[in-house]
């Protein structure tokens, strides 16, 4: 595996690093992030959504953030200059926030032989003197073309509910961009009578809803390829939001895969992470949103 680390100008992103491999493009940003703006195949085609702001606006690349033990508050750290270090077989990417913990942040993107997925680590490092009670969240936008799908928990237990569903203050169960199966809950593009997807989504409010994801597994299927993220749930620990680790959101202009890490008691000068691996994959066939057995088999390659 052959790694090319090179930084580059970007006018739509400012200073960024752009790290080729020979199945692999990803682009970093580095005037504020680290977020991740672009990251496909090499003969494919870029998934994830940018809507280039000059305030910084939350709404573009791949992100992090950090929730302070049950705050649902985020702590977003990624507006400000990051640095990095190449290393064997990817990038460490890393910078210092200090409020209201001392708390520095790091994102590796890690490479293999795999030729269909990379990893990318998430970490909280504990500056401070004290002990801290965090939780990693990341967030991965898409575009209003597809939808995201996660999983219900998979856990079988006739004498006790096993299956969590949370939605936000200001969404609808009834929304007609909220499919919920018996195995999986999809959150889509407003489609047209004919089953297109329209970009009307901005007429909507967000919708967000979250689940006890226990297959540790998000993902996305979109016109232009699919995208899956895997990561580790820990039945015995405790999640933000009412025990829920993976989240679906349909925004005004884009789609989302959210996940997060339990919390974690971090002691000075230790640290945490939340690890994701993402696979790339083409859309040879039109999947809809409601069509569970066919996500299954997506889910499952």
Known sequence: MSLNVKEIASEEFGNCALLTTENFEVLVTLDYGPRIVRAHKTDGENLIYNDVDPDLSINHGHKMGITVDRSTNRIYCDNSPVRYTPEADGVHFFQTIT???QL???MDIIFSDDKDSFTVEH?????????VKVSIYTETPFRNDGFVFIPQNVIKDPERPSRILTLWEDCKWSDSRLFIGDEFVTVHAETADDGQFVDINKLKPRLKIGVNDTDGIGGYI???GIFIKKYVHNRAALYPFYNCSAFATAHEEFLSIQTTSPFYLIASDESARHEEIWKFAENNKTIVYNDEAAIEKVMLK
Do not use: F, M, T
């Open 99 to 101: 409020e209201p913990a």
């Open 222 to 224: 979109g016109d232009s």
């Open 123 to 131: 970490s909280v490092y504990n500056k401070s003197k004290d002990e």
């Open 104 to 106: 520095e942040v790091a």
